[in-house]
C-alpha cells in the first residue's frame, strides 16, 4: 500500500484549480443547475447549527438551500432567515406514537423522496440523539449511498457512522469532518491507533504535520479510502492515499458553530463539483484517460493546465477549499470582532472569503 504523501503544489495553484470547478455565472442556466443542497439536523435543544450551514451554502453560492429538520424547530429556523426552504419532516420520539416500535425506513420515506432532487446532503449540524431520529437518519444515509449522492457528515452524523462504520465504509462521495474528539472516537469504533493531536504536540521533536497526515491517513484506510477532513490547528485532508494540509490563517476564538460554516461550504462545493463532472459549461479541458488513483496521479492533475480533473481529485479540492474559506471566514470575523465574534459572523464573510482566496472564473458575468 502506497504511503500517505503531501500534494507538493502551492496554495496558489490549488485555488486556481479550484476555480476550474466553480460553474461561471452564465444567463443561460435557470434555477438550481448552480447547487441544491440540504442540510439534515436541527431539534428542539440546536436550532443554530443547521441555519449557520445551510446560509454557507446560500451565500457561497448554491441556487437551493434546504433545511430538514424535526418539526419543533422548523418554526424557529424560518424565523431565522426567509432564504431557507425548511422541512419539518425529520421524525423524532415525540412525533411518533410508540418511540420503541417503528419502521425507520418508512419514517425515512418522505426525505428519501427528496434525495433525488438535491445534489448534496449535510448531514449532522444540530441533529441532536434521540434515537427515532438517529435511526431514521440511518435509513437516508442508506439510501443517498444507494443513489450515489455525495454527503457530509458532521458532529451526531459522526455519532451514527462511529456506532456502525459499514454504512460509510468503502463510499468514496462522502467527507467526514470530525474535530479531535470524534475522530478519536472513530479511530477507538474502528480498531485504529493513532497518536491524537495533544500526544503529537507534545512530541517537540517529531513533524506535528506528518503524524497527524499518517493519523488520518490510517483513519481513512479503515474506512476504505473515504475521505477525512480533520479540523486542528490547521486541517488535513486525506483519503488515505493523498494528503493535503490547509493552514490558511484562522482566527483565534474557539466560539461554537465554526464548523457549521465548514459544513455548508463542503455542500456547495461539492454541488459545484457534480456540475463540473456533468460538464455543466465548457471547460477547455481535455478529459482524463482513467481515474487518478495515486499520489503521483492527483499531483499530475493539479499542475496540468488543460487537464479535466478526476473525481478522486476534485473531491479533495472540494474538501481542502471548504476548509481554507471557513478559516479565512473565521480570521476575517476575528479580526472585526475580537473576542466578542460569534458563528454568525462567520456567515457574513462567506463570500468575501470566496472572492479573495479563490475568485470569479473566467466568462463569469457578475455584472448587467
Not at 442556466?29 to 435543544?45: E, P, S, Y
Not at 444515509?141 to 459522526?158: C, H, Q, T
Not at 459499514?166 to 472516537?185: A, D, H, M, Q
Amino acid at each position: 500500500m502506497e504511503s500517505v504523501h503531501h500534494v507538493s503544489v502551492s496554495s496558489k495553484i490549488l485555488f486556481s484549480k479550484v476555480r476550474k470547478i466553480v460553474p461561471p455565472m452564465l444567463e443561460r442556466f435557470h434555477k438550481g443547475q448552480l447547487g441544491r443542497v440540504a442540510v439534515i439536523g436541527g431539534c428542539v435543544d440546536y436550532t443554530g447549527a443547521p441555519y449557520f450551514s445551510a446560509m454557507a451554502s446560500a451565500r457561497l453560492g448554491c441556487d437551493m438551500s434546504h433545511v430538514v429538520c424535526e418539526r419543533s424547530a422548523a418554526p424557529v429556523i424560518k424565523a431565522y432567515s426567509p432564504n431557507l426552504m425548511v422541512h419539518p419532516i425529520l421524525p423524532s420520539s415525540d412525533s411518533v406514537k410508540d418511540p420503541n416500535s417503528i419502521d425507520a425506513s418508512s419514517l425515512a420515506g418522505p426525505i428519501k423522496d427528496m434525495i433525488p432532487r438535491v445534489h448534496v446532503l449535510v448531514i449532522g449540524p444540530g441533529l441532536g440523539r434521540d434515537a427515532v431520529t438517529l435511526k431514521v437518519v440511518t435509513e437516508v444515509i442508506k439510501e443517498a449511498r444507494a443513489k450515489s449522492v455525495p454527503f457530509v457528515l458532521d458532529a451526531d452524523g459522526l455519532l451514527i457512522v462511529t456506532e456502525d462504520p459499514s454504512l460509510i465504509k468503502g463510499y468514496k462521495e462522502c467527507i467526514l469532518t470530525p474535530n479531535v474528539v470524534e475522530f478519536g472516537r472513530l479511530a477507538k469504533a474502528l480498531g485504529v491507533k493513532v497518536a491524537n493531536q495533544a500526544e503529537i504536540a507534545k512530541d517537540e521533536g517529531g513533524d506535528s504535520t506528518s503524524k497527524e497526515s499518517e493519523a488520518c491517513e490510517q483513519l481513512s484506510r479503515a474506512l476504505g479510502g473515504v475521505t477525512i477532513l480533520q479540523k486542528g490547528p490547521h486541517d488535513v485532508i486525506s483519503n488515505g492515499v493523498t494528503s493535503i494540509i490547509a493552514d490558511t490563517k484562522g482566527g483565534l476564538k474557539r466560539s461554537g458553530g465554526q464548523g457549521d460554516t465548514l459544513t455548508g461550504s463542503l455542500g456547495t462545493l461539492l454541488a459545484w463539483r457534480a456540475a463540473y463532472h456533468d460538464k455543466l459549461w465548457d471547460s477547455a479541458e481535455k478529459d482524463s484517460e482513467k481515474e487518478a488513483q495515486s499520489k503521483d496521479e492527483v499531483q499530475a492533475e493539479l499542475e496540468s493546465e488543460n487537464r479535466r480533473m478526476s473525481p478522486t481529485t476534485t473531491l479533495l479540492l472540494a474538501a481542502w477549499a471548504g476548509s481554507c474559506i471557513t478559516r479565512e471566514c473565521s480570521r476575517r470575523a476575528f479580526t472585526a470582532k475580537g473576542r466578542s465574534m460569534q458563528a454568525s459572523d462567520l456567515t457574513d464573510e462567506v463570500h468575501e472569503s470566496f472572492l479573495k482566496l479563490i475568485g470569479e472564473p473566467e466568462g463569469s458575468k457578475t455584472h448587467l
